[in-house]
């Protein structure tokens, strides 16, 4: 019988070698993340070639986040935006403000994803609460 995890966990690997070899896939790094995080928490249904390989995506996955393999999308180019031919405007440098970057160093996206996962995990939690409170309400 087919099991839901072991799809997923295919599914996991598919994206990340596409993603490695820089094409786009659907839901991008955050959607590996959100699919990561779902095999994680179904860790004891999957046998142990399949944590094996669960564990090798993961290498590969932290990889990415940490921008060691390259990016499927890069962020533009602040010299190919264009705000239109007719504008002509002259800025001095105490005119330009910083701008925020996100964060770049492997420490921030790591505790960036671990926080998102964490939020995620909170959020089934309290959606399970509320949808076992409703059932108990139909069942009475």
């Known amino acids: 019988m087919l099991k839901l995890e072991s799809v997923a966990l295919e599914l996991l690997e598919y994206k990340v070698s596409e993603y490695r070899a820089t094409r786009q896939v659907r839901g991008g790094v955050d959607g590996m993340w959100e699919l990561y995080g779902h095999l994680s928490r179904e860790l004891m249904s999957l046998n142990q070639e399949e944590r094996t390989r669960l564990e090798t995506v993961s290498q ?4 990415i986040s940490e ?3 390259g990016s499927a999308q890069r962020a533009p180019d602040i010299d190919a935006l264009v705000l239109g031919d007719d504008l002509d405007i002259e800025l001095d ?4 403000a910083p701008i925020a970057t996100p964060a770049n160093r492997p420490e921030e ?6 926080l ?3 939020a995620q995990r909170v959020w089934w939690e309290q959606l399970d609460e509320f949808v076992l409170k ?3 309400g139909w069942r009475a």
């Open 109 to 114: 996206r790591d505790e960036q994803a671990l």
């Open 134 to 136: 409703v059932a108990a």
């Open 93 to 96: 440098d105490a005119d330009v």
């Open 67 to 69: 921008g060691a393999q």
């Open 60 to 63: 590969s996955l932290k990889l």
């Open 116 to 118: 998102k996962r964490l």
